[in-house]
């Protein structure tokens, strides 16, 4: 992966081209120096996994002791390729873990090789069985308790000179838009325009993944029409991209900029024989995501 990494670094990607910050080495200090790196480590593996990132780094006897070095040096790249992008990105969870975690679970094969050094064979097993074990246990944990140790989005932290935030959840309301969809029985026939980016934001929020597979598939067909008008397949979405896809029954809408604009879009919308339902606003961010129902 060493090429790609390079490749990415030197030749930039499309979530760091454009950016309001110009350069990447001020980017990656702003967030070393700020603190923002230690903050999004400790928010996306925890506790225990800051620990076995940290041991991931020892020296340990043997061949792999030269290493150390070499993984702390690719970890850097990883660092730096990674706050490059849109500092709007940082605070998603699911990116910070795209580095960190192969290090964690580098960290807990680093911590077998250790605590089994010098063991006899059947020892070694049992040890390395109970660690797994430990490590599995902890992982369900902190995955049922991720409401709870979640970051209110208010006590979200300021990156320095830049207008971004870490945020532990999204701008906008959309776990109560999600909660009222599936109220009204539009699971899986519903097209989110906006920072809906994969599925991983809905199927947290509640959303059957058989449901989700289906508006994957709405997803797909508004992509198509983006093609057939000649746009590109992450441009701005129109409300005539998703008036020709059949099964859509729902919309929601935040604030992020659609082709013709908002009101312009949600007028089109209701010629198109959709209604504005409801409203689900954010008081400490100021936003608002609109559903919009197709009348039956």
């Not at 930039?12 to 001020?26: I, S």
């Not at 050094?117 to 660690?131: D, E």
């Not at 057939?228 to 729902?250: N, W």
């Amino acid at each position: 992966m060493l090429p790609q990494t390079l490749a990415a670094i030197l030749l930039k990607t499309p979530a760091t081209k454009g950016m309001a910050v110009t350069g990447m080495l001020p980017k990656v200090w702003t967030a070393v120096s700020g603190g923002v790196v230690a903050q999004v480590a400790e928010h996306s593996v925890f506790g225990y996994g800051l620990a076995l990132l940290a041991v991931a780094f020892v020296p340990v006897p043997g061949n792999a002791a030269v290493l150390a070095p070499l993984r702390a040096i690719w970890f850097s790249l990883g660092v730096t390729l990674f706050f490059s992008i849109s500092p709007i990105l940082w605070g998603i969870g699911r990116y910070q873990a795209e580095y960190l975690a192969p290090f964690v679970v580098f960290g807990f094969y680093q911590l077998l090789l250790i605590c089994l050094a010098g063991l006899p064979k059947a020892a070694s097993r049992k040890v390395a069985a109970v660690l797994a074990i430990l490590v599995l246990g902890l992982n369900c944990h902190y995955y049922l308790s991720l409401p709870e140790l979640n970051r209110p989005a208010a006590g979200s932290v300021t990156v320095p000179s830049i207008d971004s935030r870490i945020l532990s959840q999204s701008y906008f309301e959309t776990e109560k838009a999600y909660q009222f969809i599936q109220s009204a029985g539009l699971a899986g026939k519903t097209f989110y325009a906006g920072l809906g980016y994969g599925g991983f934001l809905t199927v947290i929020q509640g959303i059957r993944v058989r449901d989700w597979l289906r508006e994957f598939e709405l997803h797909h067909a508004v992509t198509r029409q983006k093609l057939k008008r000649g746009s590109q397949e992450y441009s701005e979405v129109a409300s005539s991209d998703i008036l020709a896809v059949p099964g859509i029954e729902a919309v929601l809408l935040d604030e992020l900029p659609v082709a013709e604009g908002a009101d312009a879009f949600t007028t089109a919308l209701r010629n198109g024989g959709f209604t504005q339902i409801r409203e689900f606003k954010n008081s400490s961010h100021q936003t608002t995501v609109t559903v919009l129902f197709k009348n039956q």
